[in-house]
Every structure is written in C-alpha cells, then in structure tokens.
C-alpha cells in the first residue's frame, strides 16, 4: 500500500519525465542494436564473398596446377625428341645397313610426339612464317631477298608450348632486307 500511496502522490510530471526518459534510453538501444545487427550482416556478406573468392582461387590453382604439372618433365623430355630428330636427319634413309634402326628410331619419335600431343604438348616449327618474339629466340639475322624481312629463314631447333603457354622457344634465324652495297668510286665519277 505505500506504493501506491507513493505513486499516487508522484507528480504527474515526474512521471511523464521518467516515462519519456525510458522511452528515449529503449530508442537509443533499439538504435544502437539495429546499428549492430547491420554490422553483423555486413560482415557476413563480406565473410561469405571472401569465402567464395578463395575457393574460386583454390579451383583455379588446381586447374591450373593440373594444367601444368608436367611442364618441367616435358621440358626434360624435348631433350630426346631433340636427339631423335637429329639422328634422323643425319642418317642416309637409303643405308640398307642402319635401316632396322633407323625405322626403329622413326616409331619411337612417333611414339613420344603422340604422348606429347595427349599431353596438350605441342610442337612450334615456325619455318616462313613471321618472326614471334614470344615464341621465337633469334639466333641470327641473315639477308635475304626471297622472303619478307622479319620472316624465320631456318629453325635451329623448335620450340613447344604446353596448354598454350610457351614451354620452350624456337630457335631460329631471321630474315632482313639485303642491305644495298655503297656506290663504288667508278659510278661516282
């Protein structure tokens, strides 16, 4: 009963002023929660994008990885289809006695250019076509008139690409433009 006696005797201003007091600190932690609960979700979603883009990146690295594990093995390997290619060029086809070698040496290039191949190994022999300076070593520059300047004359040894990414250049010797012999002294006079 003093309570109600005590609120009975309250002002009705005390209590409009502890009511409005109530209902200003219930907004501001209503505000404050809202402010929280929107941090929250924005952390979330960044949470979830940062998520997604490292398992996009880990996909890429193991497709990637994938892609181009066998490139220091290949790259191992052109060494042989090398030596396999000389062989062949340096051995007389019409020689009765190394032709059970040399036709043995022909199937085993064949072989290994087919393994490379499944392996998206691919072999560059650029011979007249334009020089490429990513696929390309110059070795030389030789003056020519029967082709266009800039153009591979001879390829020393070819380069390979692997899923189209450049494994080894091409080594080869470049065309430029004959340069004109000064005038001699006669053709002056």
Do not use: C
């Not at 190394?98 to 022999?125: C, F, N, S, V």
């Not at 003056?143 to 899923?163: A, D, I, R």
Request: no cysteine; glycine share 4%; charged share 30%.
């Amino acid at each position: 009963m003093a309570d109600e006696q005590k609120l009975d005797t309250q002002n009705p201003e005390d209590i409009a002023a502890t009511t409005e007091s109530a209902d200003s600190d219930l907004s501001a932690r209503v505000e404050q929660l809202e402010e929280q609960l929107a941090a929250a979700q924005d952390q979330s979603l960044r949470s979830a994008a940062e998520l997604q883009n490292i398992r996009r990146r880990a996909e890429q690295d193991v497709e990637k990885a994938h892609k181009f594990a066998l490139e220091k093995f290949a790259g191992d390997l052109l060494g042989v289809v090398d030596s396999l290619e000389r062989g062949l060029e340096l051995s007389n086809p019409d020689d009765a006695s190394i032709k059970p070698m040399r036709e043995g040496m022909e199937l085993t290039l064949k072989m290994l250019q087919d393994t490379l191949k499944r392996h998206q190994i691919e072999a560059i022999d650029p011979h007249g076509a334009p020089f490429n300076p990513e696929h390309h070593q110059a070795m030389a520059m030789e003056e020519s008139t029967h082709v266009e300047p800039n153009s591979v004359l001879k390829v020393f040894q070819k380069g390979y690409l692997v899923s189209g990414r450049l494994l080894r250049p091409a080594m080869v010797v470049v065309s430029k433009a004959p340069v004109e012999p000064p005038p001699s002294i006669d053709e002056k006079a």
